[in-house]
């Protein structure tokens, strides 16, 4: 039997928006490692529903479990309110404490994420129809920043797809387009935050790198 690998989080880790079944950097790092892959990774999941809903179904001793979450909590936050933002950040950081805390009973090899930033730097939302935030990208730091000092706690290793990423978002084309494979390989977004073709690839080969660290 091969080793198992379970994708737990959101849509950075799904086929849907990479062009279709097997593109996605799950399914991408899988088969570049020769593991059975069960994504249990969902669009628009948040840290919450990761913990709630997700969490339950990682079963016996995988070799290898992935960690996409927090961009949600981010966005439904600046959506009801901007200033629920930093409460965001505290649950989220709480959320990933509680899951490494289970995960680390079956001895898997894990990776988590850093959430990228689409706007590249300039914490221009308005092509997203969202209102600015004050002090929003510190924000997205701190989150950041949580996620690393979390997983150095529980020795998981760490994908820092926000370093990986930047000049790949707004600065780089238009993110709001649909397009799985746009001709601008320079361009990893698509419909305003998910990665596409290239931006799967750039998070399989972080994740690779990851864990090879």
């Given at each position: ?192 935050i998910e990665p ?18």
């Open positions: 039997m091969a080793p198992r690998y379970y994708a737990l989080g959101d849509s950075m880790s799904i086929d849907d928006y990479a062009g279709g079944p097997g593109l996605g950097a799950a399914s991408l790092l899988a088969d570049d490692l020769g593991i059975d892959l069960l994504l249990l990774a969902r669009d628009g999941a948040t840290s919450d529903d990761v913990l709630r809903r997700q969490l339950g179904q990682v079963a016996g001793r995988p070799a290898l479990i992935t960690v996409t979450m927090g961009g949600n909590d981010l966005l439904t936050a600046i959506v009801e309110s901007p200033d629920k933002v930093p409460a965001a950040v505290e649950a989220t950081a709480a959320n990933y404490d509680a899951l490494l805390t289970s995960l680390a009973a079956t001895g898997a090899r894990i990776v988590v994420s850093t959430v990228y930033d689409p706007t590249d730097g300039t914490g221009d939302l308005s092509w997203a129809g969202l209102p600015d935030i004050d002090e929003g990208l510190a924000l997205l730091e701190s989150m950041n920043a949580a996620i690393r000092s979390v997983a150095a706690r529980h020795g998981a290793a760490v994908a820092d797809l926000h370093v990986a990423f930047l000049g790949h978002g707004a600065q780089a084309g238009d993110i709001t387009r649909p397009d799985s494979h746009p001709d601008n390989r320079e361009l990893w977004l698509c419909g305003h596409n073709a290239w931006g799967a690839q750039a998070i399989r080969d972080t994740w690779r790198a990851a864990l090879r660290r």
